[in-house]
């Protein structure tokens, strides 16, 4: 148990959790480290603290100042619970795409919100871009920069992985995660490879994000999309360069449909789209390799940040997806036969 001074120090130190239907079914140890337990409801309240911690340690940032940055949700959120803890405001710049749920909750926490058109990368008005010209123009503005700046992969191998490493006695044989800024997957694997080389790192990618491809092609090529929110990318930044990856797999959002319900009607757990996606991950890494595995994965936020889509049938129709999820059987025969679909990575990022 925790006692803090501030509500950022509470940030952290979450619960691990074995899934019993899943891991019943796989004869594999499938665990969730339940980020949702974080006081902004998501895993990027590390990054969040983490960023402005060390910012602040430089000098960079005091209190009275401004922090903006340029997010799909979850890392505003994160930020602007911070920001309250050390006297700072929080300007958010958010596509405004993603689910209502999120602005809510960063306007909840008395952040102020700019809601942006979703354009590519390479256009200027791109959230990232107008984050940072925002932040340039002011001089009591800090700028985050989620995706470039290190302090976020650091976040997770200075505090998630070793948790996980304790939680887990040190016995881990498959790591699975999905890539935003890949602060996540940066941190953690970097820190479980340098304890032991044999854990076996799996990447998760949705529809819409060039990871995959990146990994098998050395080019950032996507195909369709997906309801996921906060991750996938569509180019190389300095986090995700922290990754250590051996496997890689692409999941279809029809299957995050099948594996939330599965896991909600038979565990009571409310997964969020993109730790749908983890689990999804993990059950493919059991399928594929074997009765017995101790696998570890995400749970990154809750459902109810994906309430207005994943959890909603007249979204999912729109998207040309079914409310209904496939029986659990029929999804085992297709992952058992992924095949090549499960990507060796060679990718040397040393
Ligand atoms: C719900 C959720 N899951 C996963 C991620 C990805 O984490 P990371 O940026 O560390 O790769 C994010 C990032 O915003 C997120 O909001």
Same mark, same amino acid.
Request: charged share 35%; hydrophobic share 20%; proline share 8%.
């Given at each position: 148990m925790l006692v803090g001074?501030?509500?950022?120090?509470?940030?952290g130190q979450t619960d691990l959790l074995r899934i019993p239907s899943l891991s019943d079914l796989t004869g594999c140890d499938i665990f969730l480290?339940?980020? $949702?337990?974080n006081p902004g409801g998501s895993i990027k309240d590390r990054a969040a603290k983490q960023l402005i911690e060390d910012a602040m340690e430089r000098g960079e940032l005091k209190p009275g100042m401004t922090v903006v940055e340029g997010t799909a949700g979850n890392t505003g959120i994160g930020l602007a619970v911070v920001a309250k803890a050390y006297g700072l405001n929080m300007l958010a710049v958010m596509p405004?795409?993603?689910?209502?749920e999120k602005e809510r909750m960063i306007r909840l926490h008395g952040g102020e919100l700019m809601a942006v058109d979703p354009v590519? $990368?390479?256009?200027?008005?791109h959230f990232y871009h107008t984050a940072r010209r925002l932040a340039e123009e002011r001089d009591d503005c800090w700028w985050a920069n989620q995706f470039e700046n290190t302090s976020n992969a650091r976040a997770h191998y200075l505090h998630t992985a070793p948790e996980i490493w304790e939680q887990m006695n040190g016995n881990i044989d498959v790591f699975v995660s999905v890539a935003g800024t890949g602060g996540t997957i940066g941190g953690n694997s970097k820190f479980f490879k340098e304890q032991d080389s044999t854990i076996d790192v799996w990447l998760a990618d949705p529809d819409g994000s060039g990871i995959y491809e990146f990994l098998k092609t050395g080019e950032y090529v996507s195909h369709g999309g997906s309801m996921t929110e906060g991750i996938g990318i569509m180019r190389l930044v300095d986090n995700f360069k922290q990754a250590k990856i051996d496997h890689a797999v692409n999941l279809p959002d029809q299957d995050l449909v099948t594996i939330s319900r599965y896991v909600r009607d038979h565990d009571g757990i409310v997964l969020g789209s993109s730790s749908a996606l983890n689990v999804a991950a993990a059950l493919a890494a059991a399928l594929k390799k074997g009765a017995g595995q101790r696998i570890v994965t995400f749970a990154?936020?809750?459902g109810e940040r994906s309430a207005s889509k994943l959890y909603n049938p007249e979204y999912l129709r729109g998207r040309e997806l079914s409310p209904e999820p496939e029986a659990i059987d029929a999804l085992f025969e297709r992952y058992r036969s992924l095949g090549d679909k499960v990507l060796n990575v060679s990718w040397n990022n040393d």
């Open positions: 001074e501030r509500q950022s120090d509470l940030i480290k339940c980020e $949702f337990q405004n795409d993603q689910t209502p590519p $990368f390479k256009n200027e008005n990154c936020d809750l």
